[in-house]
Nanobody, 122 residues
Framework: QVQLVESGGGLVQPGGSLGLSCAAS???????????MGWYRQAPGKQRELVAL???????NYPDSVKGRFTISRDNAKNTVYLQMNSLKLEDTAVYYC?????????????WGQGTQVTVSS
């Protein structure tokens, strides 16, 4: 009933830019603005890691590995979250996943997209 669909992945050279989008649909429609939205990534042989978070209030958080290069934003009217990636590095290569999360009656509601491949290569 809840679906998150990422788009915008692809191949880019080091130093280049890429923008990702995640559109939410289904039963999340009426409460989308209440969710914290995040982007995670996972490279082969590595653990999944958070790369950007934007709360329901619009506050953002980034790890040091992407701070200053990545920007997360959301458009609640379109039920969409974005990730703008600039100055891309080889180590940014990974599958990027969209995440929606909120607390309801003391339990976390947690939804994931299918992922989109980002490859940084010369």
């Amino acid at each position: 009933q809840v679906q998150l669909v990422e788009s915008g992945g692809g191949l880019v050279q080091p130093g280049g830019s890429l923008g990702l989008s995640c559109a939410a649909s289904g039963s999340i429609f009426s409460t989308y603005r209440m969710y914290n939205m995040g982007w995670y990534r996972q490279a082969p042989g590595k653990q999944r890691e958070l790369v950007a978070l934007i709360t329901s209030d619009g506050d953002t958080n980034y790890p040091d590995s992407v701070k200053g290069r990545f920007t997360i934003s959301r458009d609640n009217a379109k039920n969409t979250v974005y990730l703008q990636m600039n100055s891309l590095k080889l180590e940014d290569t990974a599958v990027y996943y969209c995440n929606a999360r909120r607390l309801r009656f003391g339990v976390a509601l947690d939804y994931w997209g299918q992922g989109t491949q980002v490859t940084v290569s010369s």
